[in-house]
């Protein structure tokens, strides 16, 4: 009793202001940029999104945690897409 949890590092270091570039391929069609558009949104970031039938390419900033969670929302992605592989290119923004 008294005891306070520790969640080890999970949650540090994720106010770092980033860019992200990540590529999707697989299966997209417009619901996809919608999806990832909308959810930037709820989440405050700044983003584009290119997207054609084979590969998306979403570029977002802000926080490092909140990039993280539209990059994993954006690989499950809406049930009418599919993704097959990605690659993101994550850089910090000032110091």
């Known amino acids: 009793m008294g005891e306070t949890a520790r969640s080890g590092g999970f949650g540090r ?4 202001i980033v860019r992200a570039r990540m ?3 697989g299966s997209f069609c417009g619901s996809f940029a ?15 999104i290119d997207c054609s039938d084979h ?23 809406p049930e009418d897409c599919v993704v097959t592989d990605w690659v993101t290119t994550e ?5």
Do not use: H, W, Y
Request: proline share 2%; glycine share 10%.
């Open 34 to 48: 919608t999806f990832v558009a909308d959810k930037a949104e709820r989440l405050s970031l700044s983003v584009s």
């Open 23 to 25: 590529v999707f391929n």
């Open 55 to 77: 590969q998306a390419i979403i570029t977002a900033t802000g926080p490092s945690a909140l990039v993280g969670a539209l990059e994993m929302a954006a690989c499950i992605a």
């Open 13 to 16: 270091g994720g106010e770092d």
């Open 91 to 95: 850089t910090k923004i000032g110091s």
